[in-house]
C-alpha cells in the first residue's frame, strides 16, 4: 500500500514537472536603453500586478506569444516617433523559465483576468507570477535578442524636396543604444535577429551580418 501511494506520488510529480515543461517560447518587449540595462544587470525585475491585493499579493513579470513589434504592447517609452514602438524582444525559453517560475496566461478583461484551466480561449500575454518580489536572471533563460532596424535613408516627401528629417532624427538617436545591444550579445553569443518591420518579419540572414557591422561601423564614426 505505501509502494502504491509513492509511485501515485511519482506520477503526479512527473506529471507536473512535464506541463512545466509545455510553455513553448516566449517574448518579453521593450526599449532599447531599457533592454540594455536588462542585459547588463542579467535583471528582469518583476513589478507588482494590476490584479494583486493585500490578501492576495501577485508579483509579474510580462510576456507574450505576439511576435508582432505592435505600437500598444504595455513598455515604458522614449521619446520621437520610432520611440514609441517596443524596439527590443527578447527571445526567451518558456520551458526552462517554468522549471523555476509559475507561468500563466492572463488577460486583463475584467475581474481577476486569470484564465481557469477548463478555458479555451488563446490569449497571447503570458506572466511570471509569484506571491513576492522576484528577478528573473535573463541570461539564463534568453533565447536570441531581436532589433527593431526600420530605418531607410531620408528621401524627398514630395516634389519641393522636402526631407524626412524624423526617420534620420531616429535613426542618430537610437543607433549608438543599438549597437551597444548588439556588441553585449556578441561577447555573451547570444544569437541576434533583426527586424525589418513592425510585423516582425527579419531581415534575411545573408544580409543580417553586413547590416549588424555596418550599425557597429556606424558608431565608430566609420
Given at each position: 500500500c505505501i509502494?502504491?501511494?509513492?509511485m501515485i506520488?511519482l506520477?503526479?510529480l512527473?506529471?507536473?514537472i512535464?506541463?512545466?515543461?509545455?510553455v513553448?517560447?516566449i517574448?518579453?518587449y521593450?526599449t532599447?536603453?531599457?533592454g540594455?540595462?536588462?542585459?547588463?544587470?542579467?535583471?528582469l525585475?518583476?513589478?507588482?500586478?494590476?490584479?494583486?491585493?493585500?490578501a492576495n499579493p501577485?508579483y509579474a513579470?510580462?510576456?507574450?506569444?505576439d511576435k508582432?513589434f505592435?505600437?500598444?504592447?504595455?513598455i515604458?517609452?522614449?521619446v520621437?516617433?520610432?520611440g514609441?514602438?517596443?524596439?527590443?524582444?527578447?527571445?526567451v525559453?518558456?520551458?526552462?523559465?517554468?522549471n523555476k517560475?509559475?507561468?500563466?496566461p492572463?488577460?486583463q478583461?475584467?475581474?481577476?483576468?486569470r484564465?481557469?484551466k477548463?478555458?479555451?480561449e488563446?490569449e497571447?500575454?503570458?506572466r511570471a507570477?509569484?506571491?513576492?518580489l522576484?528577478?528573473?536572471?535573463?541570461?539564463?533563460y534568453?533565447?536570441?535578442?531581436d532589433?527593431?532596424?526600420e530605418?531607410?535613408?531620408p528621401?524627398k516627401k514630395?516634389?519641393?524636396?522636402?526631407?524626412?528629417?524624423?526617420e534620420?532624427y531616429?535613426?542618430r538617436t537610437?543607433?549608438p543604444i543599438?549597437?551597444?545591444?548588439i556588441?553585449?550579445a556578441?561577447?555573451?553569443?547570444i544569437p541576434i535577429?533583426l527586424?525589418v518591420?513592425?510585423?516582425?518579419?527579419?531581415w534575411?540572414?545573408?544580409?543580417k551580418d553586413?547590416?549588424i557591422?555596418?550599425?557597429?561601423n556606424?558608431v565608430?564614426g566609420?
Open positions: 509502494i502504491f501511494i509513492t506520488k506520477v503526479d512527473l506529471k507536473e512535464n506541463e512545466g515543461k509545455q513553448g517560447d517574448y518579453h521593450t532599447f536603453n531599457n540594455f540595462k536588462i542585459l547588463q544587470s542579467n535583471q525585475q518583476s513589478t507588482e500586478a494590476a490584479d494583486s491585493t493585500r501577485i513579470v510580462s510576456f507574450t506569444r508582432k505592435y505600437n500598444n504592447h504595455n515604458g517609452f522614449d520621437s516617433t520610432f514609441q514602438r517596443p524596439q527590443v524582444r527578447f527571445t525559453d518558456g520551458d526552462k523559465l517554468s517560475y509559475k507561468i500563466q492572463y488577460a478583461i475584467g475581474g481577476s483576468g484564465f481557469e477548463e478555458q479555451e488563446f497571447a500575454e503570458e507570477v509569484s506571491n513576492k522576484f528577478t528573473i536572471s535573463i541570461l539564463t534568453i533565447k536570441s535578442v532589433i527593431l532596424v530605418y531607410k535613408k528621401h514630395d516634389l519641393s524636396g522636402e526631407y524626412d528629417f524624423d534620420e531616429d535613426y537610437f543607433a543599438r549597437a551597444e545591444i556588441k553585449f556578441q561577447d555573451k553569443n535577429n527586424i518591420n513592425k510585423n516582425g518579419d527579419p534575411p540572414d545573408k544580409v553586413t547590416l557591422q555596418k550599425i557597429l556606424w565608430k566609420k
